[in-house]
């Protein structure tokens, strides 16, 4: 029998005073029970119980080890049960990375929204572009966008995607021209995200025709708001995600191009350390954050 089971033979023979009625309340026979209690004596190297034909004590040791034993198996217990409240309803402190950017113009505005709807969680987001290493740095889960995994023992779901659209402002087009086919884009300034993983080279796909293309500019910038801001002084043309742009595009401050040529979609991931005994807190966040992304997106992934 395992150590833990024994011990609680153990505390359970103190109490009622009898190998029988420990062994009626643990559903075991009497020789089961005796085993047990035998097999912890032996690996204790010492003598716990003495036990006669009529009457059953604890020896000196014994005392002295069954108080360390209640004292062991209260905190078990008390464990036990944090760990069936956690299980039950999302709570605790829920440490998140998220991208700068995206979290900003997409989720942080509906954060209230999710803590009021789980009260018993705490936040800490900490926005930052970098990839952080979820279990050195103590974080529950971490939001990225785009397909490269830097350590592939995290698990990953999908829980959206950015759609891209190419856009500038119609002083700039009307300035330099409007590209009509990705290899028109050589002949113009291109403000590139540095981030992106293809800042140098844009992919555009129409029908069944994937177009690789090589663009330059002279500025590139690891804030896709910076994008923004060069494209809407006219500065260039860009690659940026619709969300960040939409009521720039619906105010007609920015024109999308190449409307019948599509940018592959970047598909941000939830990634967290393991598949076994997720935390409500952590299922919680990953469901709120998917659900957001589809309000933005459309589908739902």
Known sequence: METLSALRLFRTIADQGSFAAAARTAGLS???VSKAIGELEAGLGTRLLNRTTRKLSLTEAGTLYLEQVRRALSDL??????????????SGLLRVSAPMTSSLVLLTERIPEFLDRYPK??????????????????????????????DT????????????????APAYLARKGTPAAPQDLSEHECVRFSLSGHADEWTFQRGGETVSQKVRGRYQVSSSLAVRDALR??????LIPRAYVAGDLAAGRLVQVMADWTAPDVVVNALYPSRRHVPPKVRAFIDFAADVLHEHRGTRS
């Open 77 to 90: 217990d008390e464990a036990r049960d944090q760990l069936a409240s956690l299980n039950a309803e999302p």
């Open 121 to 150: 969680i705490s936040l800490d987001l900490d926005l930052n572009d970098r990839r952080v290493d979820l279990v050195r740095d103590g974080f529950d889960l971490a939001l990225r966008g785009g397909q490269r995994l830097d």
């Open 153 to 168: 023992t995290l698990v990953t779901r999908k829980v959206g995607a950015l759609c891209h659209v190419l856009c500038a």
């Open 233 to 238: 002084a006219g500065f260039g043309l860009s």
């Open 30 to 32: 009497p020789a089961a």
